[in-house]
Structure formats: structure tokens, C-alpha cells
């Protein structure tokens, strides 16, 4: 097992994550083989050749070591800490030509990586509206308050609103990165970023001091998908890297959620298309987002309604009666009857019953709509 | 045919619209025989005793030609100009305890009611805000532009939007009223629903005088939703009359649709659900309306895309190389392609073709950035 994960840790610094030539070896001779054949030069489909260039002064058991003397782990699949649901990439398809289980994660945090099974993803654009944040911040607290994890990326906009919501209630946050765990970016989020890996977990595939290059975000991006129970995607334009996100969990068969805005908004045309076309759901808030990724029923939710006004009590008949009734003056009983366009008599009991219950008041010449009959007046 | 007309004018007088008795004998005894069962105190299921009260005075030949004095018309069932997709409404679902096929249609309007066999409705709350009756006005204009009908009530709010829009862009538009044509409901649309009469319709299956009862607003909905080839709910509360609308158009199996707004508007809660429970379709604007309502490709848009980037051009491997040239100062060979973890030979290539294609720039000590390597930074 040590030589595995010293393989493991040797192989996230020679490759980039998601290599599907790297996740195809390691299926068929394993980390410890392939991490020989890379120093022997012997490893196939130029895999050698590309890591060649960071062969020179590589010594995973001393990066191991200072990586533990910065309070980072290196979590390996047959941990037991390592979160099993990671092991669905195996069978995902491919995004962005990128693929396959992490060969192991980076972690600075108290949070165990196992605990993890039912978090929920919170991600959207950078480029965020305060509408936006408002939201991602409300959803991070809810996740929060339901005992789940959150997790998310750590850019500026969605990302950020999403944690400091789930901290503000004082839930976990776990916040994976497209860089080393010991470097910051953005720079900015120093401090979110300290406070992260103090009270939940900050995780990267790549290892100490690498550099958070384009395409690693788009790999980062499946782990975010794969460790959460589903993701929602709270604003989006069209080429937003959430919408990536988005494309991981729909090709990990885990919900996929979106929260709707304004059609005008440029940061939410991403998201309207992916509920358009069906691949995701349409959430509008904490609620939603628990119902759809809880087990059966857990947070199953009533269906919404209106308000109830007084005369949903009537029955069909009497609510006629009751509609025939004008609305500022008296009528008589024969007016009222061929208004509603019911028998006499029927007309009669049901004037009764309704003055009975105060929807009408008898009058001298008639009647007229009583304090329960609601002014409100009809309408589509 | 005079009888059937005759019979059929008298029965939308004595019965109310939608009434699923008067449907049911309709189908069973024809027009002529239930006007005189009802004349002859014969007819079934009370039908007699609630039409009781509107006999005295009533005088279907005289009333026809009041209405032709006043420039209305009753269009039946076998009529020219009869609209027969609402004869799907004999074979849908009933809501509300409402059903049917219209005894008849008393009209306002030069538009004939066969020319709407591909017309859009647009309905939604009459508290609306700026926002949904922004929308709604660009949905009137893009149908109108689209030389389709508009088709929906005459509230206040989505309905009177989607008319304004409508009629802006030189388009017809048909009102269904919950009334008879020749009255204003709301007052304050006096002058809209003239409009309409002189450049498209006003239609109801209410003969002249009738009021705007709470429940012929209901069965008014169905005229809406059976007229037209899709429905869009623009705004509307969980209680609001448009949903019933949706309902109708979703028992019709015509395209409903619903458009998004802000989480927290409560004259969106009720589109959000029903987009939620899959029974909606999210639109954005006319496009979208366009597409669903479409013949097969007809409108058929092209997926939404993001801006193109210059570096979308590249592959894989030389967006690998580009990205490991550092954003703000010159890296040597070496340095890039450990970077990218892609082999030296080749990374020296790809530099060569990102130099010609102005992606980096030799210098004196390496390469740097280009001119079209955009300086977006990478992110979620």
C-alpha cells in the first residue's frame, strides 16, 4: 500500500487529471507498474514522453511528507476515507475528453472526505448578479441546515455566495480546486480558502504549488459532479464552466438542478436552456434542491398552493347561487335564480345556506353579498 | 340550419357555458331537441328547472338580430367559419367540472375564426409586474411578427400586454371574453376590446348582456386554451385564473409553456410549478414559443451558443501548450512542456503553429502571450 500511494502520489504530479490515456493504464497494470514504465520511459500512447519534462527532482515520498507538514493528505481509492461515490467516473461518460476516477485527491481540512455521500454541489458564474449570490447564499444555508455538506468551487460570483451561506449556518463546505491546496486562487479568497480547510475540507487532484491552468478546471469540474448527490447550477451564461458542471452530473446520471431568473439576464440564459431542454430541473430554492436529491419521500414537500378564501368551501351549486348575487346592489330571488341559472327552489335553499354562513345578508327587497363573500372581484 | 342556429343562440341563453348536462344532451338529442325539452319543462338532469328563470322574454330570433345590429355574429358548430379545433374539446378531460364543445360563439370582429387554427395564447396575472408585462408585450409582437393570431382574455396586466404587443406590431389579436362582446369588462378596456373588434375579434360563448361571472371565467379559459395551437403562462400566482388556463391547454395536450422569472415573485411561484412538475415548458421569448408551437423544424432554432473564442480553434494538445505559457512574463521551452506535461518535441511544434497563428510571441528568453491568447482568466 505504501508504494501504491507513493505511485498514486507520483502520477498526479507527472500527469493532468483526467487523462483518459492515464485512467486507461492504471485499469490495466495499475499504479505502481505504471509509474515504473513512466520512469523507465516504457509507458505507452507518449505518456512518457509528455511527463518526461517533470521527471527532473521528483520524490513523492518527500512530497508526501511536506504536504503532511502543511496539514494536506493524500487520499487514495481503498482509503477509508476515500469517497466511494467518486468510483461512478469509472463508468461516466467522458466530458471535454476528460474521464475516469481521480488516481487520488489532495485534502487540507478536518472533514473526512467519506462523509460526503449525500453533499450537494452549489456552482454558477463568476461573473454573478446579486440576484444570484442571494440565492446561492440562501442554498448554501439550506444544504447547511439539512445537515448536508456543500460543495463547490472557489471562485468569485456563485461559488463564493454558496460557501459563505453554508457558513453562516454554520454548515460544512468543501470547496475543490483546479490548483494545488496550498495556493489560493483567486488570491482574493485567501481567507475563505484558510477558513475552509479549518472547518471542512479544500481537495485538488493536483498537488502542492501547481498552477490553476484553464483545463484543470474542466477536470476539477467532474469532481465536483462525482462527489456531490447532485448539483445545482444557480446562474449560468451560455459558455459559464458551471454549465460543464452541469454536463458531469447529467453524464453521472445524478440530479441535475437549475434555479430559473429573469429571461433578460445573460446569467441565466445557461441555465433556461438546460431546463428547456430537459436535462435539468427547475429549483427555486432549498426545498426543491432537498426533495430532489433527498432518499424517497425525505423532504418530499406539499404542493404549493394559493390562499384558501372562504368560498372554496361552497359546493358548485351554491357558489353559482352566490355569484349571481351583485356586487354592490340587492337582488331578488327571481333575478338571482335566472342569473345563476338554477331552479327556483334550489335558488331559495341555497340563498338560505349562504346566509347562514354570511355570504349573503337578506335585505328588504332581497339580498345582497354578505362580510364572507370576498370583494375580490372575478378574473383569468 | 336556421332551426339549429335558432336553438343553439336560445341555448347559449338559457344555459351556462361549459355545463357538462347541456354537453351531454347535446350529443345525445341534437340542439332543436334539447331547446325544446328545456321549452317543454322535458329536459333531463334539472336542465329544465335551471333554465326556468331565463325563459320569459327570451326570443333567439330577435336576439340574432340585435346582435347583427350591433355587429355581432354567432358562429356554430358546421359553420364555414367554425374554428374546429376547439371540437377536441368533446374528447378532452373535463377541469373544473367543465367540459365540452361551445353551443356557439357570438363574435366581434372582422378576423374569421377559421384563421385561427394557428394562433398562440398568451395569458398570465392581472397583478403583474413591469417585468412579466414586459415580456408578455414582446410575446404579442414576436406572434404578430410571426403572422400568427394572439388569443387571450381581457384583464388587466399579461392579458392587456399581450394584446398592446400584439397590436404594436400591426398583428391580429382575438379577446374571449367571460361576458358578452358588446360589454367591457374590465371598464378601463373599453377602447382596447373597440380595437380589437375593428382589427381581429372579441369572442364569447355568452350572448349580448351577459355578465362576467366568477365561474364563466373558468369555462372561458377552455375557449382560449382549445382556440389556440399553445398556450404561454407569462406570470402567475399559485391561485391565479391563468393556471387554469395551462390546465386546459395541458387536458387539450396543446404545448403549454411558462416563462421563468425571479425566484422570490410571487407572480411567478405558479409558472415555476408547473414548469417543475415537467407539465410546462420554459420558454424565453417568442423563439422558443415559435419552436414548441411550430410545425416539425419550422422554427426550429439553432442551439443557443456562447461567443467563439480565437483558442476554440485549437486542439486539445496546443491549448495544453498555450495554457502553460504563463500570463504575464516569457517561460523557456523546457518549462512550458513540463507545464503541460506534454512531450518536448512536440511542445516545440505547437508553439511554432501558436506563433504563427499569433496565440504566443518569441522572446528573447522564451515565449509569451500573444495578441489572440485572450486574457480572460480560467475559472468556473
Redesign the interface.
Known amino acids: 500500500m505504501k508504494d501504491e500511494r507513493l505511485a498514486r502520489a507520483a502520477l498526479t504530479r ?3 487529471p483526467g ?1 483518459v490515456r492515464v485512467v486507461d493504464a492504471l485499469l490495466q497494470v495499475g499504479a505502481v507498474r505504471l509509474y515504473d514504465d513512466v520512469l523507465a520511459h516504457r509507458a505507452a500512447d ?1 505518456l512518457a ?6 521527471l527532473p527532482g521528483l520524490d513523492p515520498e518527500a512530497e508526501l511528507q511536506q504536504a503532511a507538514d502543511l496539514g494536506i493528505r493524500f487520499v487514495i481509492p481503498g482509503d477509508l476515507e476515500w469517497p466511494t461515490q467518486l468510483d461512478d467516473l469509472a463508468h461516466s461518460e467522458s466530458v471535454s ?1 476528460l474521464a475516469g476516477v481521480p488516481i487520488g485527491l489532495w485534502v487540507k481540512g478536518p472533514l473526512r472526505l467519506d462523509s460526503l455521500v449525500d453533499s450537494v454541489a452549489v ?1 454558477g458564474s ?1 461573473s454573478s448578479t446579486t ?1 444570484g449570490e442571494d ?1 446561492a447564499r440562501r442554498l448554501g444555508a439550506g444544504v447547511a441546515r439539512a445537515g448536508r455538506c456543500l460543495v463547490s ?1 472557489a ?2 460570483g456563485i ?1 463564493q455566495a454558496a460557501h459563505r451561506g453554508a457558513l453562516a449556518a454554520d454548515g460544512r463546505s468543501v470547496a475543490v480546486l ?1 490548483c494545488g491546496v496550498d495556493r489560493a486562487y ?1 488570491a482574493a479568497h485567501r481567507s475563505l480558502l484558510d477558513h475552509l480547510a479549518t472547518t471542512g475540507a479544500v481537495v485538488s487532484e493536483l498537488p502542492v504549488g501547481c ?7 474542466l477536470s ?2 467532474r469532481i465536483i459532479a462525482a462527489l456531490s448527490s447532485g448539483t445545482v447550477v444557480v446562474e449560468a ?6 454549465l ?2 452541469a454536463g458531469w452530473a447529467a453524464s453521472l446520471s445524478r440530479p441535475l438542478m437549475g ?5 433578460g439576464s445573460a446569467q ?3 441555465v ?2 438546460w ?2 431542454k430537459g436535462a435539468a ?5 432549498p426545498h ?1 434542491v432537498l426533495e430532489l436529491v433527498g432518499g424517497a419521500g425525505q423532504y418530499l414537500q406539499e404542493e ?4 384558501v378564501l372562504p368560498r372554496d368551501s361552497l359546493n ?1 351549486r351554491h ?2 347561487v352566490l ?2 348575487v351583485p356586487l354592490r346592489r340587492c337582488a331578488g330571488l ?1 333575478s338571482i ?3 345563476a ?7 331559495q335553499t341555497a340563498l338560505g345556506y349562504l346566509a347562514r354562513h354570511d355570504f349573503v345578508v337578506r335585505a328588504e327587497d332581497g339580498w345582497r353579498l354578505g362580510p364572507r363573500a370576498t370583494a375580490d ?4
Open positions: 507527472l500527469t493532468e487523462d507518449r514522453d509528455d511527463a518526461a519534462g517533470r475528453e456552482v463568476r440576484y440565492i468551487g471562485a468569485y461559488d483546479a483567486p498552477a490553476p491552468l484553464r483545463l484543470r478546471f476539477r469540474n451564461a451560455l459558455r459559464s464552466g458551471a460543464h458542471t434555479v430559473p431568473g429573469p429571461v441565466s440564459q445557461g433556461h436552456h431546463i428547456r430541473s427547475l429549483v427555486t430554492g426543491d404549493p398552493r394559493g390562499p358548485r357558489r353559482h355569484e349571481a327571481d335564480a335566472a342569473t341559472g338554477i331552479a327556483l327552489l334550489e335558488a372581484l372575478p378574473g383569468a
